[in-house]
């Protein structure tokens, strides 16, 4: 099937469940993310009708999920609701487990997988390659209904895709997030961003103002930031850190170097002090030593505890607006059609009730979720970043694709805001070589798509 094809509805079915009223109390005291109304009355997006058949009645499905934090607590309380609610009696039962890929690997070689699996989208065409996860067939994609792939942003479904084959479905994309400290930009007389994101000028600015007010505005540290900063700056500057086949590693370019070149600046300009693992630059903005930081959404649910913290979007530094992203998708693990089609009704109900999923700091891949008026409702900080997801970077769907790329770069990333590399163009090219050679003997493995 193509990204976009349109799916056959199922000559039988019944009707399975109706989306209820999510009782969010319950998701929302697991991660005390504020909301603009009482729980009990938030509003959902009521989707269309399930079509759920018979063979799927009485089925118990376990899925498993590297969502060990606040939002896997999230995820099981949808899924003891949906177990709880649907009218074939489908029971769904929800495993965390840590080193989640590994986990599958081993129970796919002892014959021991579970029914389903939220896997990372990083990880799709490894574990479809690998034969761990399953396609979908045109019965289990007729359960989710006709057109449903049109509710989603092209960048993000059609990365669920491998060899031609349907392997996943996106639930959440998780993109780059301005934090902000209020109380520090109303004292330096700096208007809060808004939902758009800031212009170079307008972000430069702000920074030039904060620094002038006597506080740090913004903190940069190594590793995880650092290196999804540098893949954020590239897309913006006209680059990219492969070509869209996956197959070449490109990002030892003009963007490339410029891109590292501004990230360093802030760096040295602002915050030269920050580096190491655990993120040390979100601690620094926690205890207000810092008016910015730049983070990943899984922090969302923290900082919403804190009456300072304010979010935006990602600003606009170069010509093209882009950020790096993640997403979290569903995906099979097993062949039985029983299995396969409850499974399915799960995938559709969690998928129509995505709003609610939000309140674990995601963003919801569903177009109409994330512009359901619900959503600022049940997480307010994620309606305020929602409008970027289709500039999202998401990589190509190759076999341990960004391995193969992140492990190379980041270290040339981490030693340049250290000062420990002086020419980032040859520092770059050669980090460029051996992601090409790990890129090359990973399509030898696996073949090419």
């Not at 729980?39 to 118990?60: I, N």
């Not at 980032?424 to 070589?433: C, H, I, P, R």
Request: proline share 6%.
């Amino acid at each position: 099937m193509t990204a976009r094809s349109r799916v056959p509805r199922p000559r039988r079915h019944f009707r399975a469940m109706r989306s209820a009223r999510i009782p969010l109390a319950a998701t929302l005291a697991l991660l005390a993310v504020p909301t603009a109304v009482d729980a009990a009355d938030a509003e959902t997006t009521e989707p269309a009708e399930s079509a759920c058949p018979a063979e799927a009645e009485g089925q118990e499905i376990q899925m498993w999920s590297p969502l060990t934090g606040p939002d896997g607590e999230t995820m099981t309380a949808l899924a003891e609701q949906f177990s709880s609610e649907n009218e074939l009696g489908i029971s769904v039962e929800h495993v965390a487990q840590p080193e989640y890929v590994q986990k599958l690997n081993a129970a796919a070689a002892a014959d021991e997988l579970p029914a389903m699996t939220v896997v990372r989208v990083i990880n799709v065409g490894e574990l479809a390659a690998r034969h761990v996860l399953r396609p979908f067939t045109e019965d289990t994609l007729a359960i989710l209904g006709e057109g449903f792939g049109e509710d989603f942003p092209e960048n993000v479904w059609v990365r669920g895709e491998y060899n031609g084959e349907r392997y996943s479905i996106p639930l959440d994309i998780h993109t780059l997030v301005m934090y902000y400290n209020k109380d520090m930009l109303a004292a330096a007389g700096v208007e809060e961003p808004g939902t758009e994101p800031l212009s170079r000028d307008a972000f430069e600015a702000m920074l030039a103002d904060l620094d002038a007010s006597g506080v740090q505005p913004i903190a940069i540290g190594t590793g995880f930031q650092a290196a999804t900063l540098f893949q954020t700056f590239i897309a913006q500057f006209g680059g990219a850190i492969s070509n869209e086949e996956g197959t070449e590693a490109t990002y030892a370019s003009e963007a490339g170097v410029q891109a590292l070149e501004y990230v360093n600046e802030l760096k040295q300009q602002y915050s030269p002090d920050i580096s190491g693992a655990n993120d040390p630059e979100v601690a620094f903005f926690k205890q207000e030593q810092a008016a910015i930081v730049m983070h990943g959404p899984w922090h969302i649910a923290d900082l919403s505890q804190l009456d300072f913290v304010g979010f935006a979007p990602m600003p606009q530094i170069g010509d093209d607006y882009a950020v790096w992203a993640g997403s979290h998708q569903l995906a099979l693990t097993t062949d039985d059609p029983a299995q396969q089609a409850a499974a399915a009704c799960w995938i559709k109900w969690l998928s129509d009730n995505s709003v609610q999923w939000a309140a674990a700091g995601q963003i919801p891949a569903r177009t109409s979720a994330r512009e359901s008026d619900a959503l600022s409702e049940v997480a307010a900080p994620i309606s305020r970043i929602a409008a970027v997801v289709d500039r999202a970077i998401i990589l190509p769907q190759v076999p341990e694709l960004e391995g193969a790329l992140w492990n190379q770069f980041g270290p040339v990333v981490d030693g340049v805001l250290m000062g420990e590399v002086d020419d980032v163009g040859a520092a770059l090219e050669q980090a460029q070589a051996q992601s090409q050679q790990v890129i090359d003997e990973n399509i030898e493995r696996y073949g090419s798509e």
